[in-house]
């Protein structure tokens, strides 16, 4: 009940398309989804972050979609740039319930061709 | 400039050897992490602390250790009882008690050999 699935585990796009990576959950009491960003040889970083009372956010070409009823998340990266090419993790939180620990999925590397 | 830090970034150690990595922040953040990270699994936790001379074991604690006698300090010991050492190992930290925003360091890659 408390694991986040990822989806896909790699994907390649060409410089201006646009990669989508999924994320479902199970437990309803997740109540904050981070997406986190990570280039070789660094630890990941804070790319964009959702609540499930809004369902979209956008920062710059990053968008997160958010469908509440499905338990279902997604990064969507505009006009993606090869300067995107890295690591990328959902991951869910419910500070409320676990202590303060927060659940990644397993990781999506993406791929963007010049 | 604030932030975590880990170190050794790389470490080789022999069979049946105990080994500490270090991670210190300055960000007068309460919460610390400690994550493996391993290809294809994402990343998983094995310890963390909440506040000081308090830790909690996470999902793969076996064959570890932990301290927390200070609040910058979150020193994680990988000893001979873990069967499967070899992997990046990362320290973050958590700014707010209810946000899962985490600041992570560079990472400590121990290789076992």
């Known amino acids: 009940q408390q694991q986040v699935k990822q989806s896909p585990q790699s994907l390649i796009v060409q410089k201006g398309g646009i990669p989508i990576i999924n994320c479902a959950y199970e437990?309803?009491?997740?109540?904050?989804f981070p997406w986190y960003q990570q280039f070789p040889g660094k630890g990941p970083a804070l790319l964009i972050a959702i609540r499930p009372d809004v369902s979209e956010k956008k920062e710059g070409r990053f968008t997160i979609s958010f469908n509440k009823s499905a338990k279902q998340f997604s990064l969507h990266i505009m006009d993606s740039q090869p300067g995107d090419s890295a690591t990328y993790f959902c991951?869910?939180?419910?500070?409320?319930?676990?202590?303060?620990?927060?659940?990644f999925g397993q990781g999506t590397i993406l791929t963007v061709h010049p | 400039d604030g932030g975590i830090t880990q170190s050794p970034k790389y470490l080789f150690r022999k069979e049946g050897q105990n080994v500490t990595l270090s991670c210190e922040q300055n960000l007068n953040h309460d919460a610390m992490y400690w994550y493996r990270q391993d290809p294809g699994q994402g990343l998983r936790l094995i310890y963390y602390s909440q506040i000081v001379n308090d830790f909690q074991k996470g999902d793969i604690a076996e064959g570890y250790s932990v301290s927390r006698e200070k609040k910058e300090s979150f020193p994680l010991t990988v000893t001979s009882a873990q069967k499967n050492p070899t992997a990046f190992y990362l320290c973050?930290?958590?700014?707010?008690?209810?946000?899962?925003?985490?600041?992570f360091g560079e990472g400590s890659r121990l290789t076992v050999l």
């Open positions: 437990n309803t009491a997740f109540d904050y």
């Open positions: 991951a869910a939180f419910a500070g409320g319930t676990s202590y303060g620990k927060l659940t």
């Open positions: 973050a930290s958590r700014r707010d008690a209810d946000t899962g925003e985490l600041f």
